[in-house]
Structures are given as C-alpha cells and as structure tokens.
C-alpha cells in the first residue's frame, strides 16, 4: 500500500486546547511494498505518526493518502473496510491477560470477519495451523495454547508482532518492536518481519529507539519535536546526523530516555 504524507499534522486527542501538534507538518510518500525504520528520541511524534497513518488520528492539518485514497473523505464503511487493510502493533499489545495465545494471535483476522464468524472463533480457534505458524517465527510455538497472563513482557511483545503474520493487512505499521526483548530475540523479530514483509509486498513502517538496527532497514526517517529533520537512505544516515539528531533533545532541556542516550553511539550505519 503505498503512503502519501501531504502537510499532515495531527494532535493528540488528550492534548489541551492551543497546544502544538505533536505531529507537524510532514511531507514524504512510502511505495507500496518500501520497508521504513522511523527514529527519533522519546517524544519526537513518531507514535503519533503511526496513529495517524493508521487512520486512528484525524489530520489536525494537511492530507493523508493510503493507496491514493484519502481515507477521511470515505464513509464509515468504507473507511472500516480500508482500516481492515492495516495492521497497528503499539509498543504494549492490548492482549487480554486470561485470553489463549492462540486465540490472541487470530484476533488480528477479526476485522475482515463477520461478527458470527468473529465470535466462532473467540470461543472455538478455526484456524490453529495459521498461528501455530506464525508463533514459531517468533520463537514462540510452545506458548500457543497458554495464557497470555503467564507470558514474560518480552513474550507478549512477540505474540502482538505474530498477530502481523495472521492479518491480511497490506500496510505494517509497528511501534517499537524491540523495547522488551534482549539482542538474539530482537534479531530474529525485525529479520522475521521484514522478511515476511519483502514475501508479501506489504509496506512496513517502524519506530525504533536502537538507531543501528534501523539502518538496516533501507530507508531511514528521523524525527525530533514532531517534525522530519531527515529521510534518507540508509547508507546517508552518518553517526553526525544522528548526533545532530539526538543533541538537540538534549538542548530542548530534556533528559533522553537511556535507549536514546546509547543509540547515539553504534556501529556505522549499514544498508540492508
């Protein structure tokens, strides 16, 4: 699917009136099928990017296109049917703590299902093999049938990024995917993920605090105080820019999160 930003800014629901969008306006197009790491220290916008690609925000100001169409010119149904085409992982998968993984990992199927259909498999999985599946990507296969309140942070973060694999979802869009997982197990999602992505032609767009995976991917956007202060190939994404990047939190008089205090140090940036 592919994505045009045109002038899009968006505030956040809860924000006081006369605030400052936390999302200013921006301007960049994502083809269909292009996989793009978004970075940027802790209150930059990039989770409010995602929401309003994910159509969950209104435009505050400016156009949003998915697949040519502006989705907030559509009817409800329309508008419902295209959400359906879009799959949202937050940072912490809102999964039901007495639910089964099983039944988790299918819910991602729900929105393209009828609500009998829906129930059926609330209470009868109808497709166990599909996330069975997926949970072993992810490392995850002896977890199907248990409950999600017993899985560790890190476990739960996995079962919402396997949710991924079972949608029919054309566009991926991930916040920060690796904040609960040690190094092996952050490996293996972001190859799964992108690998499943390239496979299907699906656009993925992730934020990412570890600045050094995200120049794997091949398109890097950074963003500080709600705005794009670069989108560039991976290979253009030099330890100087994102000094420059993280610096001028720094200046702001805020205090980086500790992932941004040690992302501004990696290894040279790579292409994939």
Not at 6 to 27: D, E, F, S, T, V
Not at 252 to 266: F, K, L, N, R
């Amino acid at each position: 699917m592919k994505i045009a930003a045109l002038g899009l800014a968006a505030r956040h629901p809860a924000a006081r009136a006369g605030a400052a969008p936390a999302l200013k306006p921006a301007q960049f197009v994502v083809a269909a099928g292009e996989q793009v790491a978004v970075v940027g220290p802790s209150g930059a916008g990039k989770t409010t990017l995602l929401h309003a690609l994910a159509c969950a925000l209104e435009p505050s100001a400016g156009r949003l296109e998915l697949g040519g169409v502006d989705p907030w010119t559509l009817s409800v149904a329309r508008l419902q049917k295209l959400r359906s085409s879009l799959f949202l992982a937050p940072q912490a998968p809102p999964l039901p703590p007495r639910q089964r993984v099983v039944t988790a990992v299918l819910a991602a199927r729900l929105p393209r299902q009828s609500l009998a259909a829906s129930l059926r498999s609330l209470l009868y999985p109808t497709d166990v093999a599909s996330a069975y599946g997926a949970l072993v990507q992810f490392d995850l296969a002896d977890k199907l049938w248990e409950r999600v309140d017993r899985l560790s942070g890190g476990e739960r973060q996995r079962v919402g990024l396997a949710r991924a694999l079972v949608s029919a979802a054309s566009l991926w869009l991930v916040d920060e995917p690796l904040s609960s997982l040690d190094p092996s197990r952050a490996a293996l999602a972001v190859e799964t993920l992108t690998r499943a992505a390239r496979e299907r032609g699906v656009t993925l767009v992730t934020t990412l605090h570890q600045v050094d995976v995200a120049t794997r991917f091949p398109r890097v956007i950074g963003m500080r105080g709600g705005e794009i202060h670069f989108d560039l190939a991976s290979a253009e994404v030099t330890r100087d820019r994102l000094a420059a990047l993280y610096a001028q939190h720094e200046l702001s008089g805020e205090q980086p999160a500790p992932e941004d205090a040690a992302a501004i140090a990696p290894a040279l940036p790579y292409s994939s």
